[in-house]
């Protein structure tokens, strides 16, 4: 034994094997310990193998010796120990990292949760810093995104922050649009229609002031706000203003005459689909009911002629490729036509909105994986 031990290790073997691990040691130093990113799998792995060779034949001799199995079982029972310790750190590193991870979400809405709420303490630090252009930017990228999520209260809370920024700014178009949308339209979505009717009114009557200032008929920014602003007013009448709905209506088509083409087709098709919706609404169209009005009378007329605003805009959407809009038009349309003796009518305006709906879930999926849609609101 004592022999094999002095033939196992000769003074070469062992400086070969002394050399050997000093030199794998280098690299690791420099990964471990100043972070060196010179060394990269698979090479960092044969700089281990290197020195478990190393620490394997200098210990094995030894560990043969005492056991009695020779050096040669005693290399290979150190390099296994060796191996089976390195695996195990290595799985230790994985588990770690994994802990530490961001979790990943269970599910859509999960991740949708997160995104608002990201958005949400972004704009908390942009405003505590004082940076109003910053987040004014965040607002314009950010705010239909929580309108589509749903989060009408996250909405609001993010207008709040963005109309003090955009007061400072002194920047009245996008103070306007805050209180229409942001505010406005997100508390009517969150159900509260005082709050809302009172913010939209606050936003038309700072535009209209700073038209009457500058003494002209006002940019076309202006003009669109002062649109959608009627337009909101008129889509969250009370059932029983159908009179004050239709007064709003018309104080936005007068601004359509100065409009560019393009745009004024676009807001007809708009206020058109809200006519139908508060026309729906007065005669109690929404709540899933069949009425049936007489031919000649003036209910059947009114929403005759709702019906006839409301098809064209459906067509229009279509073919502008903004599926989501001809979703909820269609869905004002299948609740006109609710009235209608005609059983062939009403099953046709339902495939019309199936179909829609089915392209809306369609497209929702391909952006998130997952998707479901509800065409039961006007247009904001």
């Given at each position: 034994m004592a022999g094999d031990l002095s033939s196992y290790y000769s003074a070469t073997n062992v400086s070969l094997a002394v050399g050997a691990a000093l030199a794998a040691t280098v690299p690791l130093v420099l990964v471990d310990v100043r972070g060196s990113r010179k060394f990269r799998e698979p090479g960092l792995?044969?700089?281990w193998l290197v020195n478990y060779l190393s620490f394997a034949y200098l210990v094995g001799g030894a560990l043969g010796w005492v056991t009695g199995f020779g050096p040669t079982a005693g290399f290979w029972f150190a390099l296994g120990a060796c191996l089976a310790w390195h695996v195990a750190l290595r799985v230790g590193r994985w588990q770690a990292a994994a802990?530490?991870?961001?979790?990943?979400?269970?599910?859509?809405?999960?991740?949708?949760?997160?995104l608002v709420q990201a958005i949400l303490e972004y704009a908390k630090y942009l405003h505590k810093q004082y940076k109003d252009r910053a987040l004014l930017a965040l607002r314009a990228n950010t705010t239909r995104t929580l309108h589509l999520l749903g989060a009408h209260d996250q909405r609001?809370?993010?207008?709040r922050l963005c109309l003090h920024a955009a007061q400072r700014a002194e920047d009245v178009e996008t103070e306007a649009s805050i209180l229409l949308d942001d505010l406005g339209?997100?508390?009517?979505?969150?159900?509260?229609d005082d709050l809302a009717r009172e913010h939209i009114t606050e936003a038309i009557e700072l535009v209209e002031?700073?038209?009457?200032?500058?003494?002209?008929?006002g940019t076309t920014g202006l003009q669109l706000l002062l649109i959608r602003g009627y337009r909101h007013l008129a889509a969250i009448a009370p059932s029983h203003d159908l009179d004050?709905?239709?007064?709003?209506?018309?104080?936005?088509?007068s601004q359509l005459i100065d409009l560019a083409e393009d745009l004024s087709t676009a807001e007809k098709h708009g206020l058109n689909a809200?006519?139908?919706?508060?026309?729906?609404?007065?005669?109690?169209?929404?709540?899933?009911?069949?009425?049936?009005?007489?031919e000649g009378t003036a209910e059947a007329v009114q929403v005759a002629e709702a019906m006839n605003r409301v098809e064209?805009?459906?067509?229009?959407?279509?073919?502008s490729g903004d599926i989501e809009r001809a979703a909820k038009t269609a869905a004002i349309f299948a609740r006109l036509a609710r009235h209608r003796v005609s059983k062939r009518l009403r099953e046709a305006a339902i495939a019309r909105l199936d179909r829609l709906d089915r392209l809306v879930v369609r497209d929702l999926r391909r952006w998130t994986g997952e998707g479901d849609v509800s065409a039961s609101r006007p247009m904001r």
């Open positions: 792995s044969l700089v802990e530490t991870r961001a979790p990943v979400p269970d599910s859509v809405d999960d991740a949708a949760d997160r609001a809370e993010l207008g339209w997100a508390y009517h979505e969150s159900g509260h002031q700073r038209i009457a200032a500058s003494q002209t008929d004050g709905a239709l007064r709003n209506l018309i104080r936005a088509e809200v006519y139908g919706h508060v026309v729906a609404v007065h005669y109690g169209l929404t709540r899933g009911e069949t009425a049936v009005f007489p064209p805009a459906i067509t229009y959407y279509e073919h």
